[in-house]
């Protein structure tokens, strides 16, 4: 077995190498401007991590459809976006000889219901754990409606490419759109859209189809796919397998892997076991067994922060690059040192108001992010120890009525 480390060079396909291992998987920054499109502060965010080291940036999910927002201030890119405004997002991305890769998203039933009345998904069933009352219960779509949004994705794809984007990444994790169409809780159609598992990955693998039809055989493709969805009757790890053994075959260029939804979000950390997050790496386990059936490039992403941990995941083979998130809204500069110093750790705390009713309301563990990111667009560094009352005033500030109705996990 090779030793292979952080700072080592891959090659993602022929055409395509990128020059560490380290990944910057999406946040959703909420840094759109009242059109969706994206904004200077965007901008100073991906040149602040393409000059710390990054080797491949994937933007925060940015919506195909602007009828179908996931949060208030997402991006959108279709055919009203101001695409000289995406040109400069991309540009930013790439200083310092970095890459950049767009995330594309439709949320499905996961839109808060201050956003949507009625949204949209595979079938007409509620988000449970107590979430339906946040979200609206959605109606199904029909199969028209399911190819416009195929052709959305692929639409959005292409402009992301003339756009000077490196390549675009599907999120098929996380309770979203694709995902609602491979669990068998959420899709429970009867048509050629639902039933088996064939027909629940029927949506991913045509939505693959059609953006590669639409940006060609070179431009990268990457998708975020969940090792299971945690929840009772949902997509199990055995059907994920499979799902990444027939996106494997038919040429997708790169693999995240990630868990979790809205109603179980195992992916910052709910429901790990202790011993998988002091191995730092929540879904190893699950790449190694992936990695025994796909030659795709994978990355593992969740819990990574130190680069003891980083450098361990990847000689054992399981995975090609190191996912992180978090860390990088604390840590901007993590590559250049964590590349340069083999005890280094990032700590990442967990904010807390010490009310756990206002952390809940305040979705502390996403939004103190947030907070985090919008410090960096405004060029200034991130703080650590930032209290997390700054988080909860400033939502208050923002979105006023708004601001404690649950947008997401
Ligand atoms: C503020 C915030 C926003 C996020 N937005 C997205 C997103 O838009 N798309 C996505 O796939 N994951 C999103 N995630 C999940 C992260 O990509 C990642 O899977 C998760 O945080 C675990 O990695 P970490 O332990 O390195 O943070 C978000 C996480 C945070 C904290």
């Known amino acids: 077995m090779t030793s292979l480390n952080i700072g080592s060079l891959v090659e993602i396909?022929?055409?395509?190498?990128?020059?560490?291992?380290?990944?910057?998987?999406?946040?959703?920054?909420?840094?759109?401007?009242?059109?969706?499109?994206?904004?200077?502060?965007?901008?100073?965010?991906?040149?602040?991590?393409a000059e710390g080291g990054i080797g491949l940036s994937v933007t925060g999910n940015v919506m195909i459809d602007r009828t179908a927002l996931g949060e208030p201030k997402n991006v959108v890119l279709d055919e009203q976006s101001d695409l000289s405004l995406f040109e400069q997002w991309a540009k930013a991305g790439k200083v310092n000889n970095s890459k950049i890769w767009m995330q594309l998203n439709h949320p499905g039933k996961q839109i808060p219901s201050f956003l949507s009345k009625e949204p949209v998904a595979p079938s007409a069933i509620s988000l449970g754990k107590g979430l339906d009352k946040a979200f609206n219960k959605p109606r199904a779509l029909t199969e028209p409606e399911i190819i416009a949004i195929i052709d959305k994705f692929a639409t959005s794809a292409k402009f992301a490419k003339d756009a000077g984007f490196d390549g675009v990444q599907i999120h098929g994790a996380h309770g979203y759109l694709v995902s609602q169409f491979l669990s068998a809780r959420h899709n429970k159609r009867e048509d050629k859209w639902g039933g088996s598992l064939e027909n629940r990955m029927r949506f991913v693998v045509e939505l693959y189809d059609a953006m590669r039809s639409k940006v060609g055989s070179e431009f990268p493709i990457g998708i975020k796919l969940n090792s299971a969805d945690y929840m009772k009757g949902g997509f199990t790890p055995?059907?994920?397998?499979?799902?990444?053994?027939?996106?494997?075959?038919?040429?997708?260029?790169?693999?995240?892997?990630?868990?979790?939804?809205?109603?179980?979000?195992?992916?910052?950390?709910?429901?790990?076991?202790?011993?998988?997050?002091?191995?730092?790496?929540?879904?190893?386990?699950?790449?190694?067994?992936?990695?025994?059936?796909?030659?795709?490039?994978?990355?593992?992403?969740?819990?990574?922060?130190?680069?003891?941990?980083?450098?361990?995941?990847?000689?054992?083979?399981?995975?090609?690059?190191?996912?992180?998130?978090?860390?990088?809204?604390?840590?901007?500069?993590?590559?250049?040192?964590?590349?340069?110093?083999?005890?280094?750790?990032?700590?990442?705390?967990?904010?807390?108001?010490?009310?756990?009713?206002?952390?809940?309301?305040?979705?502390?563990?996403?939004?103190?992010?947030?907070?985090?990111?919008?410090?960096?667009?405004?060029?200034?560094?991130?703080?650590?120890?930032?209290?997390?009352?700054?988080?909860?005033?400033?939502?208050?500030?923002?979105?006023?009525?708004?601001?404690?109705?649950?947008?997401?996990?």
Do not use: C
Request: charged share 20%; net charge positive.
């Open 238 to 409: 055995e059907e994920s397998m499979q799902v990444i053994k027939k996106l494997g075959d038919i040429g997708i260029d790169l693999i995240e892997i990630s868990g979790g939804t809205y109603e179980s979000p195992s992916m910052v950390g709910h429901k790990i076991k202790d011993s998988t997050k002091a191995r730092e790496a929540y879904f190893l386990d699950y790449a190694e067994q992936a990695r025994s059936i796909v030659s795709t490039k994978l990355v593992v992403t969740g819990g990574f922060r130190s680069t003891k941990a980083m450098n361990n995941a990847l000689a054992s083979g399981a995975t090609d690059m190191v996912g992180l998130a978090r860390p990088l809204a604390i840590y901007p500069h993590l590559p250049n040192q964590a590349m340069q110093d083999e005890l280094f750790t990032a700590f990442v705390p967990t904010p807390t108001t010490g009310l756990r009713g206002v952390d809940k309301m305040a979705m502390l563990s996403i939004t103190w992010f947030e907070t985090q990111i919008a410090r960096i667009a405004k060029g200034k560094s991130p703080k650590s120890d930032l209290s997390a009352w700054v988080t909860v005033i400033g939502i208050m500030k923002d979105m006023g009525r708004q601001a404690f109705k649950p947008r997401r996990a």
């Open 13 to 49: 396909n022929n055409d395509f190498t990128v020059k560490n291992r380290l990944f910057k998987s999406a946040m959703s920054e909420q840094l759109g401007d009242k059109y969706h499109n994206p904004t200077t502060g965007l901008f100073q965010v991906y040149k602040t991590w």
